[in-house]
């Protein structure tokens, strides 16, 4: 059932992609901010006792920095960042909450020529910018959509919408995507962080450097303080063109340290934390001041080969890695309470590829095997290597575990954690050589936002092909696959992909992970969405606008 479900939901997507146009349109003390994620679950919020209340400040922790350029789109390094850009900026089109459909957002509609290869929006006439230092507030127009579309593509750190062409302005309140080739990706593509619409004023005026630490876009709530790596404030925007918020305002503060995020969500200092992991999870559910909101992501955790080092350029190298961990006791251990499951294929099992006769394709954990492999490729007594890894525990004992296992095989393992900053720095001047990113890699219900990407080499050097992966006929089953219409045909296709990769032992991948929210049992209005991201107002229709009690 999970299976058919899964690719239902593919076939809406796709068909909403390549068919034709859309049919629809606390105020307390501040917490001391830090220097320093399938079960199935009720998804909503419990039903309150009364009704919505306007006031009030919500107050989220979240596990990772966020640096002074970091809420500008196209700096924008992570599910931290995505936190604060998603309330801020708004992008043409937005998934369901379930991930089961597009919805119109800055567009109202929208048409796709026969050929995939140019997208037509119609634009709303009643969006304002948030009030800045350079603009005050004016009318979003075509013009800003393509500037906005545009300058993404060109710029975004990790390649946004590579099969991209240009936007164009057509009148006021039209807008012309022009793509390179049809790909069923590009509205889901649409509703990345690094899509959201900007004023080019705003961006002139503060500078690139500037930008980020002083956001302007056309969501609910406006910026109007970010203190880089400690906190960052938004107010409503009076201006808004959608559902009015019932909150005045957020604060988001950084606590990286998972224990004192966990403690200043007991004493309620924060009203809520989208980080709480391990053994954190029990302790909100003994809480009765507490609620846990736990459901599936389209994400999974994983260790990747760099390709291009000298050592892991051996495949023999890194099967023998593969074949040295035991991924179940890392999820055993790291994801004990639901948010986790052991996953060994480059795609979460919510994706409609995801077939459990294919994790056979996986290396079986065999250390002797893998101590053989070792010295089959000149390395009878194993070598050093460096694994960066991000800060948040789940990912760092992961690591140990690696770290561990590896050790039996004469692997000496350096763990350097990093912040999100550095990792992203390390992945485009490609010195990685073993590396695990915070938060793993998200994406949609559809393969293409996994193994398509993670094959494509107009994607290297990124998050997704930070292994270095390049094959030109790969890059052409890539394109096809994405272009098909044809889900029998995309089927076979992405098998073939998902082989390759698996094949080339790209990484080890070991996890799908889960969402889970700990909250104050005053916060209302919630939905856990199948995306890592916390909204807090909702477009009409999505039931989403959280209010305090």
Partial sequence: MKKLFALFLSGTLVLSALSGCSSSSSSTSNPTPATTTPTSVDTSAPVPAGEPVYGGTLRIAINRSINAKALDPIFADGTACDQVVNQYGETLVQLSPDGSEYLPCIATDWTISDDGMTYTFTIRDDVHFQVGEYQDGRLLT??????????????????????????????????????????????????????????QEEVDGWGEEEFGS?????????????????????????????????????????????????????????????????????????????????????????????????????????????M?????????????????????????????????????????????????????????????????????????????????????????????????TEMTDRLLNNTVQLFMRDGGQGGSTDPASFVGNFLDSSKLHTNYNAWCYEDPETDELVRKAAASTNQEERIEMYQELLKEAMDTDIGLFYATLNTSWGMQNNVHGYVLETGAVMRVCGLEGTGINIWLS
């Fill in 142 to 199: 075509a013009e800003d959509v393509a500037y906005s579309l545009n300058r993404a593509h060109e710029k975004a750190w990790w390649n946004y919408i590579p099969y991209f062409e240009y936007a164009e302005a057509i009148d006021e309140h039209t807008v012309a995507c022009h793509l390179e080739y049809a790909n069923a990706l590009f509205l889901y593509d649409l509703t990345s962080p690094s899509g959201v619409m900007i004023p």
């Fill in 324 to 420: 040295a961990v035991d991924r179940n006791q890392i999820v055993s251990a790291v994801y004990a309470n639901g948010d986790g499951i052991a996953c060994s294929l480059p795609i979460p099992v919510t994706c409609w590829l995801y077939d459990e006769s294919l994790e056979s394709l996986a290396p079986a954990y065999d250390p002797e095997g893998a101590k053989k492999l070792l010295e089959e490729a000149g390395y009878p007594n194993g070598f050093d290597i460096v694994l960066s890894v991000g800060q948040s525990d789940a990912y760092v004992r992961a690591a140990t575990i690696i770290q561990a296992m590896l050790s039996q095989i004469g692997v000496n393992v350096e763990i350097q954690s990093i912040t999100p």
């Fill in 214 to 322: 002083h956001p302007i876009g056309t969501g609910p709530f406006k910026v109007v303080e970010h203190v880089p790596d400690q906190y960052t404030k938004l107010e409503k925007n009076p201006n808004y063109w959608g559902v009015e918020p019932y909150l005045d305002g957020l604060t988001y503060y950084i606590i990286v340290d998972e224990a004192q995020n966990m403690n200043a969500l007991s004493t309620g200092e924060i009203d809520v934390s989208v980080n709480i992991a391990g053994d954190y999870i029990k302790q909100v559910k003994d809480n009765s001041n507490l609620v846990l909101a736990q459901g599936p992501q389209n994400r999974i955790a994983f260790c990747g080969y760099n390709m291009s080092d000298p050592i892991l350029s051996d495949k023999r190298v890194r099967d023998a890695i593969s």
